[in-house]
């Protein structure tokens, strides 16, 4: 329960207090705390030695490929790699039979000193490369998907004898949750791989908008995460080795095994770590990244946004908090807003599908379902133009708020919103 009047939330390096009565507040949520059962070398050692029969079939001379994220997706990887690495040695794999893929998808090239960072100490024994979607002699064809998806992988974790996925596991707003099957697509396919994938979370009728099972936390009947599904299971790994990270990016938890189980598990678990359960939606919810570097940009702010949606009533008003020094995190981002409605932009997306495209129109339907006040940097015209109304500091947005609300409103107030997903529960 929130039972002082005071409450401090972040924008960029500003910290603002927050004044209001704590009657009109219906709670603040933020992840359920818990006590990791070990440090994070414990948790990562146990996990491996709960693959010990699978690892025990690993043969000399064979070729090891471990899959793991770029920098953008910290996973504690400098901590598990040395010690997955270590745990091959002891079966007999020699380090120059092992090499670790990053999965970038469709980012950017890693520096030196990024795989540096993501390898840890093993980074100068064995062979350490970027996975390339745009490299066709680097990929293989290994058939679609039932809904069509072709599945083009990277040649090296095609080919490899035994392969390995490595990853964290959060929430993901339209596969429901990240990690898993996930490192194979959209982790180490083709370009076009990946967007036939992200494709699917859009219903096929034209303006018929996102398949309502195309959401943050949900696995059921999820169309993304079955095409994932799919393309993983025509090169299946040995085992899986996920982590769950706390709001500090330390390791708290981890997962290993059958690629399917291991996940689901992780995921049962995040779900339960992370959730808030809500037997009400708010008129109002209050909502920070958390501050820099969380809300960077837009594009990172987003995941803040999605979340504290599903707190809110209908036409209820987001007063967000996210500073975009950054700008909105991609050149191309706001051109999208060019189209002024909804059905508009899904439209264009549908002739021209680009994952920057998805989520600006993520952004204007909740601009459009809500009232949405954005205290940030972005220019107040370009805030306009997105749907929303611009304010500078946390005072302003809600001057402009309140005259939106109920004389007798209610608020969630979310001091850290990438961390936690409110989930209503009617009571």
């Given amino acids: 329960m929130y039972h002082n009047s005071m409450l401090d939330l972040k924008c960029g390096d500003q910290t603002y207090p927050l004044q209001i009565s704590a009657d009109r507040v219906l709670s603040v949520l933020r992840p359920r705390p818990f006590i990791p059962q070990g440090t994070p070398s414990q948790l990562i050692e146990k996990a491996i030695n709960g693959c010990e029969q699978t690892l025990s079939a690993f043969r000399p001379g064979e070729k090891v490929v471990i899959v793991t994220s770029d920098v953008t997706r910290p996973t504690g990887s400098e901590v598990y790699l040395p010690l997955l690495v270590s745990r091959l040695s002891q079966a007999g794999i020699r380090d120059r039979d092992i090499e670790i893929v990053i999965a970038l998808g469709i980012h950017r090239k890693q520096t030196e000193a990024e795989q540096r960072k993501i390898v840890g100490s093993v980074y100068d024994r064995v ?104 393309a993983c299971g025509k090169r299946p790994p040995e085992l899986i080795l996920n982590t769950v990270l706390g709001p500090d990016k330390k390791i708290v938890a981890a997962f290993a095994g059958n690629w399917r189980d291991a996940h689901l598990a992780g995921c049962r678990f995040y779900a339960d770590a992370f959730s808030a359960q809500v037997d009400e939606l708010a008129d109002l919810v209050l909502v920070s990244c958390g501050g820099f570097p969380k809300d960077i940009n837009l594009i990172q702010a987003h995941k803040s946004m999605e979340y504290a949606s599903r707190a809110l009533k209908p036409g209820g008003v987001m007063v967000l908090l996210a500073e975009c020094r950054d700008g909105y995190g991609n050149a191309t981002f706001f051109n999208w807003f060019g189209y002024p409605t909804c059905g508009e932009l899904e439209s264009a997306l549908r002739k021209r599908y680009e994952i920057n495209g998805q989520t600006a129109w993520s952004v204007k339907e909740k601009a459009e379902r809500f009232r949405v006040v954005l205290v940030s940097r972005l220019p107040g015209e370009e805030v306009r133009t997105m749907g929303m109304t611009p304010a500078g500091t946390l005072e302003e947005a809600l001057g402009i708020a309140l005259p939106m609300l109920p004389e007798n409103y209610r608020a969630y107030v979310i001091p850290e919103g990438g961390n936690v997903l409110p989930v209503y529960r009617p009571a």
């Fill in 127 to 230: 062979k350490v490369s970027d996975h390339d979607c745009d490299d066709p002699g680097a990929l293989v064809y290994l058939g679609d998907t039932s809904r069509g998806v072709p599945v083009e992988i990277n040649r090296r974790v095609a080919e490899a004898d035994r392969l390995i996925l490595t990853g964290a596991i959060t929430f993901h707003y339209f596969a429901g949750f990240g990690g898993g099957r996930k490192s194979m697509l959209p982790g180490v396919s083709s370009r076009r791989s990946c967007m036939a994938s992200h494709f699917a979370l859009l219903n096929p009728e034209e303006g018929s908008g996102r398949h309502p099972k195309a959401v943050t936390g949900n696995l059921d009947g999820n169309p993304v995460h079955e095409a994932m599904l799919e």
